[in-house]
């Protein structure tokens, strides 16, 4: 069974930091691509940042770029995003998925916010509150 399961959400104070883990179980990662998202209360859920497959090419919405960052280890079959300099309206619940299409990281812009259908095996979600 194909399963993405996350860690690492929590609570943090504006301008603080925190890393999201995704690790993936009964499938090799290298051959995927991953896309965080998040989804904050009464909003729909959007891409925040997308890694390629094995180019690695990373993609970030404008809201996130310069702050966060999206990296993997294929070795331990896990996808990080990194968030830096988080803020408020960071707020939200975070999911990883994958899809075979690397072309779909273009989720992350707007126009191409329906490409989120083309990722799968998403994970349970992990909360991000930024708050003090």
């Known amino acids: 069974q194909l399963q993405l399961v996350e860690s690492g959400g929590g609570l943090v104070q504006p301008g603080g930091s925190l890393r999201l883990s995704c690790a993936a179980s009964g499938f090799t990662l290298d051959y995927f691509a991953i896309g965080w998202f998040r989804q904050a209360p009464g909003k729909e859920r959007e891409g925040v940042s997308c890694?390629?497959?094995?180019?690695?090419?990373?993609n970030y919405a404008d809201s996130v770029k310069g702050r966060f960052t999206i990296s993997r280890d294929n070795a331990k079959n896990t996808v990080y995003l990194q968030m830096n300099s988080l803020k408020p309206e960071d707020t939200a619940v975070y999911y990883c998925?994958?899809?075979?299409?690397?072309?779909?990281?273009?989720?992350?812009?707007?126009?191409?916010?329906?490409?989120?259908?083309?990722?799968?095996?998403w994970s349970q979600g992990t909360q991000v509150t930024v708050s003090s």
């Open positions: 998925a994958a899809t075979t299409f690397s072309a779909s990281c273009s989720v992350v812009e707007p126009s191409y916010s329906h490409r989120l259908y083309d990722f799968a095996s």
């Open positions: 890694i390629g497959t094995s180019s690695g090419t990373t």
